[in-house]
Protein backbone atom coordinates (compact mmCIF):
# COMPACT_ATOMS: atom_id res chain seq x y z
CA UNK A 1 0.00 0.00 0.00
CA UNK A 2 1.09 3.51 -0.74
CA UNK A 3 0.00 6.45 0.99
CA UNK A 4 0.93 10.41 0.30
CA UNK A 5 0.85 13.19 3.16
CA UNK A 6 1.27 17.06 2.80
CA UNK A 7 2.96 18.09 5.87
CA UNK A 8 3.80 21.43 7.47
CA UNK A 9 2.01 24.37 6.46
CA UNK A 10 -1.35 22.74 4.87
CA UNK A 11 -2.85 25.71 2.35
CA UNK A 12 -1.00 25.21 -0.65
CA UNK A 13 -3.19 23.69 -3.61
CA UNK A 14 -2.52 20.41 -5.52
CA UNK A 15 -0.40 20.47 -8.24
CA UNK A 16 -2.86 19.89 -11.10
CA UNK A 17 -0.85 19.45 -13.84
CA UNK A 18 0.15 15.52 -14.58
CA UNK A 19 3.71 14.79 -15.68
CA UNK A 20 4.36 12.03 -17.84
CA UNK A 21 6.38 9.31 -17.52
CA UNK A 22 10.35 9.87 -16.49
CA UNK A 23 11.71 8.11 -19.50
CA UNK A 24 11.71 11.67 -21.32
CA UNK A 25 14.99 14.08 -21.53
CA UNK A 26 16.57 14.66 -18.37
CA UNK A 27 16.18 18.45 -19.69
CA UNK A 28 12.26 18.28 -20.36
CA UNK A 29 12.03 16.72 -17.52
CA UNK A 30 13.96 19.17 -15.39
CA UNK A 31 11.38 22.02 -16.77
CA UNK A 32 8.65 20.11 -15.82
CA UNK A 33 9.27 19.58 -12.22
CA UNK A 34 11.24 23.23 -12.36
CA UNK A 35 7.77 24.26 -13.24
CA UNK A 36 5.74 22.66 -11.11
CA UNK A 37 7.64 23.81 -8.06
CA UNK A 38 7.63 27.14 -8.30
CA UNK A 39 3.47 27.08 -9.43
CA UNK A 40 2.61 24.63 -6.38
CA UNK A 41 2.40 27.86 -4.50
CA UNK A 42 3.50 31.27 -4.64
CA UNK A 43 4.00 31.17 -0.58
CA UNK A 44 5.84 27.61 0.20
CA UNK A 45 8.68 25.76 -0.45
CA UNK A 46 7.81 21.84 -0.72
CA UNK A 47 10.44 19.20 0.20
CA UNK A 48 9.66 15.70 -0.39
CA UNK A 49 10.20 12.80 1.62
CA UNK A 50 10.11 8.86 0.80
CA UNK A 51 10.02 7.00 4.01
CA UNK A 52 8.74 3.49 5.08
CA UNK A 53 5.41 4.32 6.98
CA UNK A 54 4.06 0.64 6.66
CA UNK A 55 5.91 -2.56 6.59
CA UNK A 56 8.40 -4.23 9.27
CA UNK A 57 10.35 -0.77 8.86
CA UNK A 58 7.58 1.77 9.85
CA UNK A 59 8.84 2.25 13.77
CA UNK A 60 12.14 3.94 11.88
CA UNK A 61 10.02 5.86 9.12
CA UNK A 62 7.93 7.08 11.07
CA UNK A 63 10.66 8.17 13.67
CA UNK A 64 12.18 9.77 10.55
CA UNK A 65 8.93 11.73 9.71
CA UNK A 66 8.89 12.79 13.18
CA UNK A 67 12.97 14.70 12.86
CA UNK A 68 12.01 15.67 9.45
CA UNK A 69 8.62 17.88 10.44
CA UNK A 70 10.33 19.49 13.81
CA UNK A 71 12.77 20.78 11.24
CA UNK A 72 10.40 22.36 9.33
CA UNK A 73 8.11 23.63 12.17
CA UNK A 74 10.78 25.24 13.85
CA UNK A 75 12.34 26.87 10.59
CA UNK A 76 8.76 28.24 9.90
CA UNK A 77 8.53 29.20 13.35
CA UNK A 78 11.83 30.94 12.20
CA UNK A 79 10.58 32.96 9.24
CA UNK A 80 10.51 30.00 6.58
CA UNK A 81 13.26 30.97 3.85
CA UNK A 82 13.31 33.14 1.03
CA UNK A 83 10.58 34.71 2.35
CA UNK A 84 8.40 31.27 2.29
CA UNK A 85 7.03 28.78 4.06
CA UNK A 86 8.35 24.65 3.69
CA UNK A 87 5.82 22.05 3.48
CA UNK A 88 6.79 18.03 3.68
CA UNK A 89 5.72 16.12 1.23
CA UNK A 90 5.81 12.47 2.61
CA UNK A 91 5.14 9.10 0.67
CA UNK A 92 5.33 5.75 1.93
CA UNK A 93 7.80 3.64 0.17
CA UNK A 94 7.43 0.50 2.64
CA UNK A 95 10.75 -0.70 1.66
CA UNK A 96 9.90 -2.15 -1.16
CA UNK A 97 11.53 -1.06 -4.36
CA UNK A 98 8.77 -0.85 -6.48
CA UNK A 99 6.44 0.49 -3.87
CA UNK A 100 9.36 3.56 -3.96
CA UNK A 101 9.26 4.35 -7.76
CA UNK A 102 5.56 5.23 -7.50
CA UNK A 103 5.92 7.13 -4.16
CA UNK A 104 8.89 9.04 -5.65
CA UNK A 105 6.89 9.53 -9.11
CA UNK A 106 4.12 10.79 -6.78
CA UNK A 107 5.97 13.48 -4.95
CA UNK A 108 7.65 15.09 -7.78
CA UNK A 109 4.27 15.31 -8.94
CA UNK A 110 3.63 17.50 -5.95
CA UNK A 111 5.85 20.18 -7.15
CA UNK A 112 8.88 19.23 -4.40
CA UNK A 113 12.40 21.85 -4.75
CA UNK A 114 14.55 18.43 -3.42
CA UNK A 115 14.22 15.38 -1.66
CA UNK A 116 15.40 14.95 1.87
CA UNK A 117 13.73 10.98 2.60
CA UNK A 118 15.56 7.68 2.29
CA UNK A 119 16.29 4.75 4.79
CA UNK A 120 16.08 1.30 3.49
CA UNK A 121 19.17 1.69 0.54
CA UNK A 122 17.54 -1.00 -1.55
CA UNK A 123 14.15 1.28 -1.80
CA UNK A 124 16.18 4.21 -2.18
CA UNK A 125 18.35 3.03 -5.27
CA UNK A 126 15.42 2.61 -8.02
CA UNK A 127 14.23 6.10 -6.88
CA UNK A 128 17.45 7.61 -7.86
CA UNK A 129 16.58 7.89 -11.92
CA UNK A 130 13.64 9.33 -11.27
CA UNK A 131 14.74 12.23 -9.03
CA UNK A 132 17.67 12.52 -11.71
CA UNK A 133 15.02 12.61 -14.78
CA UNK A 134 13.43 15.40 -12.44
CA UNK A 135 15.90 17.32 -11.87
CA UNK A 136 15.86 17.19 -7.98
CA UNK A 137 18.42 16.74 -6.16
CA UNK A 138 18.25 14.67 -2.88
CA UNK A 139 19.68 14.79 0.69
CA UNK A 140 19.34 10.88 1.34
CA UNK A 141 18.85 10.93 5.55
CA UNK A 142 19.58 7.61 6.20
CA UNK A 143 20.30 4.94 3.56
CA UNK A 144 24.24 4.29 3.13
CA UNK A 145 24.39 1.57 0.50
CA UNK A 146 27.50 2.39 -1.99
CA UNK A 147 25.26 1.49 -4.41
CA UNK A 148 23.73 5.03 -3.89
CA UNK A 149 26.97 6.12 -5.60
CA UNK A 150 27.44 4.03 -8.02
CA UNK A 151 25.59 5.86 -10.99
CA UNK A 152 27.95 8.50 -10.25
CA UNK A 153 25.17 11.30 -10.10
CA UNK A 154 25.88 15.11 -8.94
CA UNK A 155 22.86 15.31 -7.45
CA UNK A 156 22.70 12.76 -4.51
CA UNK A 157 24.37 14.07 -1.35
CA UNK A 158 24.17 11.29 2.20
CA UNK A 159 23.94 12.22 5.25
CA UNK A 160 25.31 9.24 6.81
CA UNK A 161 28.62 7.17 6.34
CA UNK A 162 28.78 4.99 3.71
CA UNK A 163 28.80 1.32 4.65
CA UNK A 164 32.37 1.26 3.76
CA UNK A 165 33.09 3.99 6.45
CA UNK A 166 30.76 1.53 8.82
CA UNK A 167 32.67 -1.73 7.45
CA UNK A 168 36.12 -0.05 8.88
CA UNK A 169 34.65 0.81 11.79
CA UNK A 170 33.08 -2.66 12.45
CA UNK A 171 36.30 -4.64 11.61
CA UNK A 172 38.19 -2.52 13.76
CA UNK A 173 36.29 -2.54 17.15
CA UNK A 174 35.16 -6.16 16.57
CA UNK A 175 38.87 -6.98 16.32
CA UNK A 176 39.22 -4.44 19.89
CA UNK A 177 36.24 -6.63 21.73
CA UNK A 178 38.50 -9.26 21.36
CA UNK A 179 37.19 -10.97 17.64
CA UNK A 180 39.09 -13.13 15.92
CA UNK A 181 37.03 -15.50 13.52
CA UNK A 182 34.02 -13.55 12.08
CA UNK A 183 31.07 -15.07 10.18
CA UNK A 184 29.00 -12.79 8.34
CA UNK A 185 25.87 -12.76 7.57
CA UNK A 186 23.22 -10.63 5.37
CA UNK A 187 20.15 -11.07 3.46
CA UNK A 188 20.76 -9.97 0.43
CA UNK A 189 19.22 -6.58 -0.19
CA UNK A 190 21.46 -3.82 -1.30
CA UNK A 191 22.67 -2.12 2.06
CA UNK A 192 22.94 -5.11 3.71
CA UNK A 193 25.02 -6.72 1.28
CA UNK A 194 26.97 -4.10 0.70
CA UNK A 195 28.14 -3.58 4.21
CA UNK A 196 28.59 -7.36 4.71
CA UNK A 197 30.82 -7.34 1.26
CA UNK A 198 32.93 -4.21 2.65
CA UNK A 199 33.21 -5.50 5.98
CA UNK A 200 35.00 -9.06 4.78
CA UNK A 201 37.30 -6.97 2.28
CA UNK A 202 38.25 -4.94 5.24
CA UNK A 203 38.73 -8.15 7.44
CA UNK A 204 40.79 -9.30 4.52
CA UNK A 205 42.72 -5.99 4.12
CA UNK A 206 43.99 -5.59 7.53
CA UNK A 207 44.11 -9.71 8.30
CA UNK A 208 42.70 -8.64 11.94
CA UNK A 209 40.04 -11.32 11.36
CA UNK A 210 39.79 -14.27 9.71
CA UNK A 211 36.17 -14.80 7.92
CA UNK A 212 34.63 -18.50 8.54
CA UNK A 213 31.12 -17.79 6.85
CA UNK A 214 29.40 -15.53 4.58
CA UNK A 215 26.02 -16.31 5.05
CA UNK A 216 22.70 -15.14 3.22
CA UNK A 217 19.41 -15.44 5.27
CA UNK A 218 15.84 -14.79 4.35
CA UNK A 219 13.41 -11.83 5.22
CA UNK A 220 10.83 -12.64 6.78
CA UNK A 221 11.86 -16.96 7.96
CA UNK A 222 10.32 -18.29 10.49
CA UNK A 223 13.75 -19.43 11.68
CA UNK A 224 17.52 -19.16 10.91
CA UNK A 225 18.73 -22.40 13.05
CA UNK A 226 20.64 -23.78 10.05
CA UNK A 227 22.39 -20.76 9.72
CA UNK A 228 23.22 -21.10 13.35
CA UNK A 229 24.36 -24.29 13.17
CA UNK A 230 26.88 -23.33 10.33
CA UNK A 231 28.12 -20.82 12.62
CA UNK A 232 28.70 -22.97 15.07
CA UNK A 233 30.33 -25.26 13.14
CA UNK A 234 32.72 -22.40 10.99
CA UNK A 235 33.51 -21.85 15.17
CA UNK A 236 33.54 -18.39 14.49
CA UNK A 237 33.05 -15.86 17.89
CA UNK A 238 31.84 -13.26 16.41
CA UNK A 239 28.59 -12.64 13.94
CA UNK A 240 28.04 -9.53 12.12
CA UNK A 241 24.84 -9.13 11.26
CA UNK A 242 24.29 -6.71 8.35
CA UNK A 243 20.72 -6.44 8.10
CA UNK A 244 17.78 -5.27 9.70
CA UNK A 245 16.02 -5.45 13.10
CA UNK A 246 13.28 -8.10 12.56
CA UNK A 247 15.82 -10.79 10.86
CA UNK A 248 18.33 -9.80 13.63
CA UNK A 249 15.94 -10.61 16.37
CA UNK A 250 15.03 -14.06 15.20
CA UNK A 251 18.90 -15.09 14.36
CA UNK A 252 19.87 -13.61 17.85
CA UNK A 253 17.40 -16.17 19.25
CA UNK A 254 17.93 -19.17 17.18
CA UNK A 255 21.74 -18.99 17.80
CA UNK A 256 21.49 -19.03 21.38
CA UNK A 257 19.09 -21.47 21.21
CA UNK A 258 21.92 -23.38 19.35
CA UNK A 259 24.31 -22.71 21.90
CA UNK A 260 26.11 -19.92 20.06
CA UNK A 261 27.90 -18.30 23.34
CA UNK A 262 30.33 -15.93 21.38
CA UNK A 263 29.46 -11.82 20.28
CA UNK A 264 26.85 -10.96 17.73
CA UNK A 265 27.14 -7.25 16.15
CA UNK A 266 24.45 -5.80 14.03
CA UNK A 267 24.86 -3.06 11.63
CA UNK A 268 22.84 0.40 11.88
CA UNK A 269 20.08 -1.11 10.10
CA UNK A 270 19.07 -3.61 13.13
CA UNK A 271 20.23 -0.84 15.83
CA UNK A 272 17.70 1.40 14.67
CA UNK A 273 14.96 -0.02 16.16
CA UNK A 274 12.76 -2.58 18.42
CA UNK A 275 15.62 -5.14 18.75
CA UNK A 276 16.06 -6.29 22.05
CA UNK A 277 12.53 -5.89 23.57
CA UNK A 278 11.55 -9.56 23.97
CA UNK A 279 14.96 -10.83 24.11
CA UNK A 280 16.39 -12.27 27.34
CA UNK A 281 18.78 -11.33 29.19
CA UNK A 282 21.10 -14.48 28.68
CA UNK A 283 20.16 -13.99 24.79
CA UNK A 284 21.07 -10.02 25.00
CA UNK A 285 24.32 -10.44 26.73
CA UNK A 286 27.22 -10.41 24.43
CA UNK A 287 24.79 -8.37 21.67
CA UNK A 288 26.41 -4.98 20.34
CA UNK A 289 25.87 -3.13 17.64
CA UNK A 290 27.27 -0.48 14.90
CA UNK A 291 25.03 1.82 14.97
CA UNK A 292 24.57 5.96 13.65
CA UNK A 293 23.51 8.26 16.06
CA UNK A 294 21.18 7.85 19.37
CA UNK A 295 20.07 10.77 20.72
CA UNK A 296 19.73 9.55 24.37
CA UNK A 297 22.57 7.63 24.56
CA UNK A 298 24.15 11.60 23.82
CA UNK A 299 24.54 14.32 26.31
CA UNK A 300 25.50 16.64 23.81
CA UNK A 301 22.01 16.45 22.29
CA UNK A 302 20.27 16.68 25.35
CA UNK A 303 18.57 20.10 24.81
CA UNK A 304 17.43 18.90 20.87
CA UNK A 305 16.54 15.97 22.34
CA UNK A 306 13.87 18.12 24.72
CA UNK A 307 12.89 19.95 21.94
CA UNK A 308 11.53 16.72 20.12
CA UNK A 309 9.95 15.00 23.26
CA UNK A 310 8.31 18.84 23.77
CA UNK A 311 6.97 18.39 20.32
CA UNK A 312 5.82 14.39 20.01
CA UNK A 313 5.42 13.24 23.59
CA UNK A 314 8.31 10.32 23.13
CA UNK A 315 12.24 11.12 23.25
CA UNK A 316 13.72 10.65 19.97
CA UNK A 317 15.18 7.31 18.50
CA UNK A 318 17.30 6.71 15.89
CA UNK A 319 17.15 8.09 12.66
CA UNK A 320 15.49 10.78 13.93
CA UNK A 321 18.58 13.42 14.11
CA UNK A 322 19.84 11.90 10.77
CA UNK A 323 15.74 12.98 9.07
CA UNK A 324 16.04 16.20 11.17
CA UNK A 325 19.59 17.38 9.51
CA UNK A 326 18.56 16.43 5.92
CA UNK A 327 15.83 19.29 5.80
CA UNK A 328 18.26 21.68 7.29
CA UNK A 329 21.15 20.62 5.03
CA UNK A 330 18.37 21.37 2.02
CA UNK A 331 17.20 24.60 3.52
CA UNK A 332 20.66 25.96 3.70
CA UNK A 333 21.39 24.99 0.43
CA UNK A 334 18.10 26.70 -0.76
CA UNK A 335 19.19 30.16 1.44
CA UNK A 336 22.68 30.46 -0.10
CA UNK A 337 21.33 29.41 -3.96
CA UNK A 338 18.69 32.65 -3.27
CA UNK A 339 16.22 30.31 -4.91
CA UNK A 340 14.06 27.06 -4.88
CA UNK A 341 14.82 25.97 -8.65
CA UNK A 342 16.46 22.73 -8.23
CA UNK A 343 18.67 23.02 -10.28
CA UNK A 344 20.13 26.26 -8.14
CA UNK A 345 19.60 23.66 -5.15
CA UNK A 346 21.83 20.97 -6.07
CA UNK A 347 25.03 23.61 -6.96
CA UNK A 348 24.78 25.04 -3.58
CA UNK A 349 24.53 21.38 -1.99
CA UNK A 350 28.24 20.51 -3.59
CA UNK A 351 29.39 23.75 -1.77
CA UNK A 352 27.88 23.01 2.15
CA UNK A 353 30.15 23.86 4.80
CA UNK A 354 27.46 23.11 7.75
CA UNK A 355 27.01 22.54 11.32
CA UNK A 356 23.86 20.69 12.12
CA UNK A 357 22.99 18.85 15.35
CA UNK A 358 24.67 15.43 14.04
CA UNK A 359 27.84 17.61 13.37
CA UNK A 360 29.75 19.31 10.54
CA UNK A 361 28.68 18.54 7.42
CA UNK A 362 30.30 19.06 4.00
CA UNK A 363 30.28 16.83 1.00
CA UNK A 364 33.08 14.95 -1.35
CA UNK A 365 32.94 14.96 -5.01
CA UNK A 366 30.77 12.00 -4.73
CA UNK A 367 28.18 13.11 -2.64
CA UNK A 368 29.29 11.34 0.68
CA UNK A 369 29.88 13.04 4.04
CA UNK A 370 33.45 13.99 4.74
CA UNK A 371 33.07 13.17 8.79
CA UNK A 372 30.31 10.36 9.10
CA UNK A 373 30.34 9.84 12.91
CA UNK A 374 29.49 6.04 13.96
CA UNK A 375 28.69 4.76 17.60
CA UNK A 376 29.28 1.08 19.00
CA UNK A 377 26.69 -0.20 20.79
CA UNK A 378 26.66 -2.87 23.47
CA UNK A 379 23.06 -4.58 24.40
CA UNK A 380 22.37 -4.53 28.42
CA UNK A 381 19.23 -6.03 29.22
CA UNK A 382 16.54 -4.85 26.61
CA UNK A 383 18.63 -1.14 26.34
CA UNK A 384 21.77 -0.05 24.59
CA UNK A 385 24.23 1.71 26.21
CA UNK A 386 27.23 3.40 24.23
CA UNK A 387 30.10 1.07 24.45
CA UNK A 388 33.66 2.59 25.61
CA UNK A 389 35.12 1.66 22.41
CA UNK A 390 33.13 3.96 20.26
CA UNK A 391 35.74 6.75 20.61
CA UNK A 392 39.09 4.14 20.71
CA UNK A 393 42.08 5.92 18.63
Known sequence: MQSRIVLGLMTAALVSAVLTACGSSNQDASDRAGKA???????????????????????????????????VDELNAAGGVLGKQIELVIADDACDPGTAVTAAQDIVKDGIAVSVGGYCSSAVVPTLRIFRDAGIPMVIAQANSTDLTEPGYDSVFL????????????VDRIHRLGGTRLAVVHDGTSFSLTLADSSVAEAKRTTALTITDEIKLSQGAPDYQRIAQTVISGKADTVYFTGYYAEANQLIKDLRTQGFRGRIVVGDGATDGPLLTDLTTAQSTGV??????FPELMPTLKEWSARYKAAFGTSPGPSTVEAY???????????RAGSSEPEAIRQALTTTDTTVISGKVSFRADGTRTVPTFLLLRAEDQAFVLDPLTDAN
Open 37 to 71: ASTASATTIRLGSVLPLTGRSNHSGESMRNGAQLA
Open 159 to 170: ICGTVGAEAVFA
Open 288 to 293: YGTALL
Open 325 to 335: DAVQVAVDAIR
